[in-house]
């Protein structure tokens, strides 16, 4: 490890490996299997003793006016600038991305920054008509308090920044629950960010510590999380993970109504059209699939294709697949790294083996292609391509998220029968068409086209750019983050009537007394 690295996770939370106690998290390589670091469990007594100090801070951070909290979450932006390289390595080395995609969401959380910053003066309300004479009627937006940022092992950072630099311009403070995955990740971007509140004169509250505004919580569901959804004091709840997860703190915020921005599970399909430009399918469709092995909520899982074209894609495909170094993903070359840990490549195994039960063909990888990696540290698997014979009902397995690099293909012979069966499943994150008629363009990205959140043309599924609002619907969760005017959720609408006038007119012209 660097001495760059080695300073970003310097924290009273982390030890080495060889002094972890039961208390600890053991951090590993995926690429290796080998522990990086150990970090202390928090207990649920210091996460109730950061939310109250975030709360603390929260009165005099929603005071601070909203450009000069831009100011601060510039200087974070060009600290992540400064820090890009290192951070980049750590999400490689900590969540297994090839380093191009470690550096590339380290980018993420830098776009990110400076789009808060330019929102910080922008948080605009509106003036509206009133009905009655000498009145000024305004919508604004108040900042809303501390929320609680709970985040997946797959962006182990730029879905941190996505939610805290938007929520910071907006006036609210934050507690971030990281995956125990990737807690030193999350350690590195807080050292980060807490560098530069320490180091700065604009927000210098009276009561608390600057640093408190991102506050970060290592701990289980059982000692951090489950309280964490269940805490009146935090209204809003950010959740990134799976459907389950989603179901069960959509569940207990709504329980005590509190709001909730669930960005959950996916199943992203792409349309393929006869007339669609083939070298752009298989391009968009590798990276969609294999890129990030597979692990992106964005990932491709399902091709469905004409059949005019179907053949040539899956040779494409077949080809490109071969193409792919898998390896380690700090080393040049690799375009897939390792899956998460074993459990994940269990998880491939048993999809592949029910595909296979449900009757599909394994085109490539497929057990054997896991088997190859037995001996070898590290999660390795060989990306899939499962075709799913013409004509047959959706596989069961088919309908579920396998967070791995499986693709199933299907066989399709009209736009109406690919959509149907594109809006079968349950999740409804990202879509995508690929076609050179803008007729099927068009009716792709009508009311009766994709469901999803996300609905592309001539793109793939994966890989969105911070400026629009990310999310889904369905099981997907509803929520919408990042760019956009997804800053909304952040903050509470405030309607505001004033009477200038000397009278007491009452709305829908009621004379009272
Ligand atoms: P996960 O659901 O296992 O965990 C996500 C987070 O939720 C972790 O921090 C975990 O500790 C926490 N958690 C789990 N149960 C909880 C509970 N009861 N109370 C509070 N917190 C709880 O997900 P994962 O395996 O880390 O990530 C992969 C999943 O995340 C995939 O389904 C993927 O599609 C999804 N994801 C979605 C998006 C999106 O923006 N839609 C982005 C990234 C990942």
Redesign the pocket.
């Known amino acids: 490890m660097t001495t760059t690295l080695t300073h970003l996770i310097q924290h009273p939370l982390v030890c080495e490996p060889s002094e972890a106690t039961d208390d600890h998290i053991i951090s590993y390589n995926p690429a290796t299997g080998e522990p990086i670091a150990a970090v202390r469990k928090q207990t649920t007594e210091e996460y109730n003793a950061q939310v109250e100090r975030s709360n603390a801070v929260f009165k005099e951070w929603r005071m601070l006016p909203a450009p000069k909290r831009g100011e601060l979450v510039r200087r974070i932006g060009n600290a992540f600038r400064e820090y890009e390289q290192p951070l980049g390595e750590l999400v490689s080395m900590e969540c297994g991305k090839i380093l191009a995609e470690g550096i590339g969401e380290v980018v993420e959380c830098i776009d990110i920054a400076d789009f808060a910053v330019g929102l910080s003066r922008q948080l605009y309300g509106l003036t509206i008509a009133s009905e009655r004479p000498r009145h000024q009627m305004i919508e604004q937006w108040q900042p809303l308090g501390t929320i609680g940022i709970?985040?997946?092992?797959?962006?182990p950072v730029a879905?941190w920044a996505w939610n805290s630099m938007l929520a910071a311009v907006c006036g609210d403070t934050m507690v971030w629950?990281?995956?125990?995955?990737t807690p030193l990740t999350a350690i590195a971007m807080t050292n980060v960010a807490h560098e530069v509140m320490r180091n700065q004169d604009i927000f210098t509250p009276e009561h608390g510590d600057p640093c408190d505004v991102f506050g970060l919580i290592i701990g289980?569901?059982e000692a951090?999380?489950?309280p964490?959804?269940a805490d009146r004091r935090l209204p809003l709840i950010s959740?990134?993970?799976?459907?389950?997860?989603?179901k069960?703190?959509g569940e207990?915020v709504g329980g005590r109504l509190g709001r909730s921005l669930l960005?959950?599970?996916?199943n992203n399909a792409i349309i393929i059209m006869e007339d669609a430009d083939l070298d752009m399918v298989i391009r968009g469709t590798l990276f969609g699939a294999v890129g990030t092995a597979g692990?992106?909520?964005?990932?491709t899982r399902r091709l469905l294709c004409h059949e005019s074209v179907v053949d040539k894609v899956v040779d494409g495909l077949l080809n490109a697949y071969k193409q792919v170094n898998i390896g380690n993903p700090l080393e040049d070359g690799t375009l897939m790294g390792p899956l998460?840990n074993e459990v994940a490549v269990e998880n491939m195994r048993s999809s592949i083996e029910q595909a296979t039960s449900e009757g599909c063909e394994i085109l490539c990888g497929g057990v054997e292609g896991i088997e190859r990696f037995a001996d070898t540290p590290g999660n390795y698997v060989e990306p899939t391509i499962v075709r799913v014979p013409k004509g047959a009902s959706m596989p069961e397995v088919v309908k579920e998220?396998t967070?791995a690099p499986i693709l199933y293909v299907f066989t399709i012979e009209t736009l109406d029968e690919a959509l149907e069966m594109h809006n079968e499943v349950d999740q409804g994150?990202s879509s995508a068409i690929f076609t050179n008629s803008m007729r099927n363009a068009g009716r792709f990205l009508s009311p009766e086209g994709s469901d999803c959140g996300i609905a592309n043309v001539n793109i793939g599924t994966s890989g969105a750019e911070i400026g629009g609002a990310?999310?889904?619907e369905k099981d997907?969760?509803g929520?919408r983050?990042s760019g956009s005017d997804s800053w909304k959720a952040y903050m509470r609408r405030q309607t505001c009537t004033s009477n200038w006038s000397a009278d007491m007119p009452l709305a829908q012209g009621i004379e009272f007394g």
């Open positions: 709970i985040s997946a092992f797959n962006f879905v629950k990281p995956s125990d995955i289980t569901v951090v999380g489950e964490m959804i959740a990134t993970g799976s459907c389950r997860m989603g069960r703190v207990v960005e959950l599970g996916g692990q992106r909520c964005t990932s998460i998220e967070f994150l990310f999310g889904g997907t969760g929520g983050e």
